[in-house]
């Protein structure tokens, strides 16, 4: 099929018509058309948004593709959220090959030289204080110098003039391939892929994958197809044949370090100026008719795309640790990363603390977890901080663990001597299950289930409905 961005924006339309908008109305691209966004956002609203004139080029911009767990359930063809998370587990079980193909649509436009200029793309601009024009969309694809395998992941790509910035986290592998070119003083070719399938995305990032590489094969497994993949024009690499826009480039000296930020990062807050390595661009491919995928760093697209991957592979690694794991949810409250609730299905005291620094360990971006019984649902906060108020007492419950490495993006984050930001934090473990008798003797407070069985799906939309009714003739 060659499943891509166009593929999926077709099945959002299908499927969801209300949820797509167009924007007729020429934009700037300086705040212009995140301004579209967060105002939706203020109104609990997230659209795809889909603007077909931006000043300054001829390139369509579709945005908030992500901003909505139904539409990436849609991408798993799922519907409730812990379906969802299960679906991807079992299909990432299940990787796919990638195919080599000779021709491809990102190919339909090939400029290299002087013609290969990155003013002809969209210079978005996202919050009011970012240091310029960022790439935050795409899959930056590297390869190690010594194994050769690709490797994927979602970076921040400042834009200054023709050249990239390449901000990585520390615990990245592709960091961990950047300190190796580095090493051997070698040149670090890179490919930034613009406009997907979500699969792309979620497999480069936030599926944390164990070793280096992986993706283009977790793609296809998230498909259920092979990956399609093209030669690049100047570099030695491979991408994605049915990308939108890839540009291709070179970090000639990756010790060669240059100011990149600020920029509005996941947690809400702007994370600073940084000293990363640039690209220097040396081709640009495209489809005739490109359209450039945009997601608005610090937003909720930013958020929820980095949920799900991130769910189903914390959900296998705990599991793997403590068999008794029911499901995880990352909260949007916390940004899909810094606090991770877990449901256990509990048959001995202590599961719980257990299952808490199985989950700690899945990822040091988890900077406190939250373990309560099955009977609770770990995608209802409310739920959650229920079980935390009348099911735990602190001085038996919590666990605080200092000193250890954490998210560097984190504004909380503190160095050795706590003088200064840095990348350790002080993680929290929170145990709101009950210890086993207590659970048997003290039952939650709730209607017959017998009795609750007997109403039908049916009756009870008609009850509502008559209940509609009753109260618009009222007001009447």
Not at 86 to 97: K, S, V
Request: charged share 25%; hydrophobic share 40%; glycine share 6%.
């Amino acid at each position: 099929m060659g499943q891509d961005l166009r593929t999926f924006l077709s099945e959002i339309i299908k499927t969801y018509p209300t949820d797509v908008i167009s924007v007729e109305k020429e934009v700037d691209p300086k705040l212009g058309i995140t301004a579209y966004v967060e105002k939706f956002e203020n109104k609990k609203l997230n659209p795809v948004l889909f603007f077909s004139r931006v000043k300054n080029t001829k390139i369509p911009v579709v945005t908030n593709v992500h901003s909505s767990f139904e539409r990436l359930s849609l991408s798993m063809q799922s519907n409730t959220k812990p379906e969802t998370v299960l679906e991807f587990g079992r299909r990432a079980d299940h990787p796919i090959d990638p195919v080599v193909v000779k021709s491809a649509k990102v190919k339909e436009v090939v400029l290299t030289g002087d013609k290969a200029q990155v003013s002809i793309l969209p210079q978005i601009v996202h919050n009011e204080f970012d240091g310029g024009p960022y790439i935050c969309s795409a899959g930056t694809i590297l390869r190690d110098p010594e194994t050769r395998v690709h490797n994927v992941g979602i970076y921040r790509n400042q834009i200054k003039g023709n050249r990239i910035g390449l901000m990585m986290n520390p615990t990245a592998h592709g960091s961990h391939m950047m300190g190796l070119y580095k090493d051997l003083k070698k040149p670090m070719e890179v490919a930034i892929v613009v406009g997907h399938h979500p699969a792309f995305l979620l497999s480069a990032g936030g599926a944390r994958l164990p070793g280096i590489g992986g993706e283009f094969e977790l793609t296809g497994g998230l498909l259920k197809e092979p990956l399609e993949l093209v030669k690049a024009e100047t570099i030695d690499m491979l991408y994605p044949a049915n990308a939108e826009i890839v540009i291709e480039g070179v970090i000639d000296d990756v010790s060669n370090l240059e100011q990149e930020g600020n920029f509005g990062e996941y947690p809400r807050y702007y994370s600073g100026e940084k000293n990363v390595p640039f690209i220097r661009v040396t081709a640009i491919c495209m489809r005739h008719d490109a359209i450039f995928q945009d997601v608005m760093a610090a937003h909720d697209e930013h958020i929820v795309m980095g949920s799900l991957p991130r769910m189903a592979t914390y959900l296998q690694r705990v599991r793997a640790n403590a068999a008794y794991v029911n499901m995880v949810s990352l909260p949007k409250s916390a940004s899909s990363r810094a606090a991770m609730y877990i449901s256990i299905k509990k048959r001995n005291d202590g599961e719980g603390k257990q299952a808490g620094i199985a989950g700690l360990a899945a990822d040091p971006n988890v900077k406190m977890v939250v373990v309560v019984d099955d009977d609770i649902d770990v995608f209802d906060e409310e739920q959650v901080w229920w079980a935390v108020a009348f099911r735990c007492e602190m001085d038996k419950s919590l666990v605080l663990i200092p000193n250890t490495i954490g998210a560097h993006l984190n504004p909380s984050s503190y160095a050795w001597d706590r003088s200064k930001h840095g990348v350790m934090n002080t993680r929290v473990i929170i145990d709101a299950t009950w210890p086993i008798k207590s659970f048997e003797k003290v039952p939650k407070a709730s209607g017959s289930k017998e009795l609750l069985a007997h109403v039908s799906q049916e009756d009870w939309k008609k009850g509502v409905n008559q209940e509609l009714d009753s109260r618009l003739n009222y007001m009447k």
